[in-house]
């Protein structure tokens, strides 16, 4: 796992109690809990503020809350380190509307190496022509171009960066600009082949903005095609830094690469170097909607001859969990229209067959996205014990009338993303942003599951936080039981938040067991229809401040 546990850090954090006070803490063990004492990494009380008067004294760091609320630290359950940390840095395209922007943009990049973007989404384009490689090779001024898509599973790539990484003879190439499949996996690759300082200064601008909003830990999905195993070993690296001042959010590595074998499993596991989750994340079932490439039982509406792509076969798939359910390693994949979803379910009844269901159920398989799945394919999931990673954000961006999945999809856009029908069914399910596709913005996730395009799939904001938060920990099978809490013996692993208002907030009574009513002492949660995000203040991980805003203690 990690190596967050060095004598020097231990003893830095045993020697500091913190009181925190007049405040909201959100915690089962005292839903009214105004004030929270940590020591060293551990949370060591909660209670009222009575009682935090009388166990304050001179020895302690005592911080005012001034009425902000103190709960568990997020986990982003996907994400991408590297790639978030380029588009943090690179041309942000998300605005532009038109094909004549984007070139501007290229043309205003002061990059001196291959001009680097992200974002761009023709969908919301007058007119969603898009730029032809020539076009972007004369805006550049001759240097390479790599522009992902919002969803990154496809991009517009100059022409010199055709010839430099021989796109031509690679399937998805296209006479156009626009390049899929095997020929963007060779794109991005070549448009990443960045020295080890940039990858290491990408990952730190990211895990920055993942402390600056909240989070503790992350889920990197790091796989072959995406950024080959310097980019994980450099991703793992930052829990080694465990010194007040350099600490980082926890990163929770993912290698997606298959193995055909428990043999090759082991094999794959034991020439890391490191320590993963998994053999899981973004091994690639199919694509996305966005760029047509999601696998579906019948064509897209607004291009009845596309039905998407499949990149493993079921025979793969089954291999691939037989091999990981042998060795009580989680395996998984991304999958996202439902023709990928039946391919799927089927390796697992494979699996399941060849090595026996209970392992395939013990080992704790998790699929990425799952964005079409009908009431047969929940019940499969829920029998195999299979958690779900969703991203909130995705339905929020693309679900409205009128809106991306519609424009992709017609009616069955209606059935997309189904957050309640999974929590009905007992699906184990986690949240996450899946960036640089959406931005982490935790509160703001949570309100896209309170808000769901469609009424019948929407949560309450209890279950969405907690599938933010202790469900990521759950999810990768932590081994510490109590994360993502805060009662005595947890982490001290908390955010701290500027809000407006505290209260309980249901989508409805479908997919609760708990009560509104003040006496089921159901702990507050920010009101979410005020228009904005509550304003993070302070992150820390296990004792250790990663983020601090300059008002926080002011």
């Known amino acids: 796992m990690t190596d967050a546990h060095t004598p020097a850090a231990a003893a830095q954090r045993e020697s500091k109690v913190t009181l925190y006070r007049n405040g909201s ?14 020591d060293g990494d551990t949370v060591a009380w909660v209670g009222s503020e009575q009682a935090a008067t009388s166990i304050a004294d001179t ?3 005592v911080i005012d809350l001034h009425g902000a609320l103190l709960a568990p630290g997020f986990v982003d359950s996907h994400l991408h380190l590297t790639e978030t940390g380029i588009a943090l840095d690179s041309l942000q395209l998300g605005g532009v509307r038109s094909a004549k922007e984007l070139l501007n943009a ?5 990059a001196e190496g291959t001009v680097l973007g992200h974002g761009w989404d023709e969908t919301t384009w007058a007119d969603p022509t898009l730029p032809d490689r020539g076009e972007l090779e004369r805006a550049s001024g001759g240097r390479q171009v790599y522009l992902s898509r919002v969803d990154v599973h496809s991009a517009l790539v100059s022409a010199s960066l055709v010839d430099a990484a021989g796109l031509a003879a690679l399937d998805g ?3 156009g600009a626009q390049m899929k499949r095997e020929a963007h996996t060779a794109a991005r690759l070549a448009a990443r082949q960045l020295p080890e300082s940039s990858l290491r200064k990408y990952q730190g601008k990211a895990l920055g903005e993942a402390a600056a909003n909240g989070y503790v830990a992350v889920a990197e999905m790091a796989a072959p095609h ?13 829990n080694e830094l465990t010194e007040a001042g350099e600490a980082r959010p926890e990163v929770l590595p993912y290698w997606g690469q298959l193995a055909v074998s428990a043999e090759d499993a082991r094999a794959i596991l034991d020439g890391l170097g490191m320590s993963v989750m998994g053999l899981a994340g973004d091994l690639n079932i199919d694509g996305s909607i966005g760029s047509r490439t999601a696998a579906l039982r019948s064509g897209y509406s607004d291009s009845p001859g596309e039905r998407g792509s499949t990149y493993l076969s079921v025979d793969e798939a089954a291999a691939h969990l ?3 359910s042998t060795l009580g390693v989680q395996a998984g994949f991304h999958v996202i229209g439902d023709a990928g979803l039946d391919a799927v379910l089927t390796a697992l009844d494979m699996a399941a067959a060849e090595v ?8 704790g398989h998790r699929f990425e996205h799952v964005e079409l799945a009908d009431t047969e394919a929940i019940a499969r999931l829920a029998r195999y014990a299979v958690t779900v990673s969703l991203q909130p954000g995705f339905d929020a961006a693309w679900g409205g009338s009128g809106q991306l999945y519609e424009q992709r999809l017609g009616s069955r856009a209606d059935t997309m993303n189904a957050f309640a029908s999974f929590y009905s069914a007992g699906v184990p399910v986690c949240f996450g942003s899946d960036s640089p596709v959406t931005p982490m913005r935790p509160w703001s ?3 896209a599951c309170l808000e769901h395009h469609n009424p019948a799939e929407r949560i309450s904001a209890r279950a969405a936080f907690l599938g933010h938060t202790r469900a990521g920990w759950r999810a990768v099978r932590y081994p510490n039981p109590m994360a993502g809490q805060l009662v005595p013996g947890s982490p001290a692993s908390f955010a701290v938040w500027e809000v407006e208002e505290l209260m309980v907030q249901v989508a409805d009574g479908r997919v609760q067991s708990w009560s509104t009513d003040p006496r089921a002492r159901t702990p507050l949660l920010p009101a979410l229809d005020t228009g904005s995000d509550p304003l993070c203040l302070q992150t820390v991980r296990e004792g250790l401040e990663l983020y601090s805003s300059p008002s926080f203690r002011s």
């Not at 026996?356 to 080992?363: L, P």
């Open 25 to 38: 803490v959100y915690t089962a063990a005292d839903p009214f809990a105004t004030a929270m004492l940590v």
């Open 59 to 61: 020895s302690m760091d």
């Open 106 to 110: 290229v043309a205003g990049s002061a």
């Open 173 to 175: 190439f296209s006479p």
């Open 226 to 238: 995406i950024g080959g195993i310097r980019d994980l070993e450099l991703a793992a690296a930052w």
């Open 322 to 324: 037989a091999a990981c």
């Open 356 to 363: 026996g269901e209970q392992r395939v159920r013990a080992a």
């Open 445 to 447: 996730s949570v309100r």
